[in-house]
């Protein structure tokens, strides 16, 4: 269904050396996987630090709503996301059902992170959506991106069943509307907030001095 992974450790490990860093970049990235800015966002941000938290926060939660509810929001984002593709160069393919509820996937990913190979799924499962169109709610598709993270399979699937880990996203969601965030995927360095795709991939430019990641 979609190609093995890249590990980005060496790579990110030759570019503080190249840059001269010598402590670890550290970040949070929140973020939503029925959310096509996270997919185009997220490549960036992995390459971008040396070491990354990753947190689901539910979008629904952080918006108060779906802009994307009613066909005219729905068409509103759509034509954003797909401008920023085409500017970045991304493929985009639309999931059959979007806007879509992605529970199952969103505590699967959680599941993954506690493991620490939050990044590694949700690059999977960004690309099965956004690069397949496939529904991240299908426990197949699922299974696909838990494997190409390397989470087991079993308790990965378990995770998604699991509904007492929605609180824990939803609140992740009103901490950052509190913030002041308004969109999703939000990145943390140090003190530092800043959310929407293109200002979160400036500011994961920044740290490496890369403008190219940007593209903004």
Known sequence: MMGELIDLTARREALRQRTGRREPSRAQLYFDLGCPF?????????????QIT???ACLEALQQGTPAADVEGRERLRAAAEERAAELRLPLVWPERFPA????AMRAAAYAAEQGRGGAFVLAAGRL????????DDP???????????VPLEACLRAAR?????????????????????????LRVGRSLVW??????AAAAARTGTAAFARA
């Open 129 to 136: 959506a956004f690069c397949g169109g496939f529904d991240l």
């Open 54 to 56: 990753w947190t689901p």
């Open 196 to 201: 929407g795709e293109a200002r979160v991939a």
């Open 101 to 104: 509820d992605v529970r199952a």
């Open 162 to 186: 699991e509904r007492g880990r929605d609180g824990a996203m939803e609140a992740a969601g009103r901490r950052l509307l509190a913030a002041g965030a308004d969109r999703l995927p939000v």
């Open 140 to 150: 197949e598709v699922l299974a696909e991106a838990a494997a190409a993270a390397g």
């Open 38 to 50: 996270t997919y185009l966002a997220s490549e960036r941000v992995e390459r971008s630090f040396d």
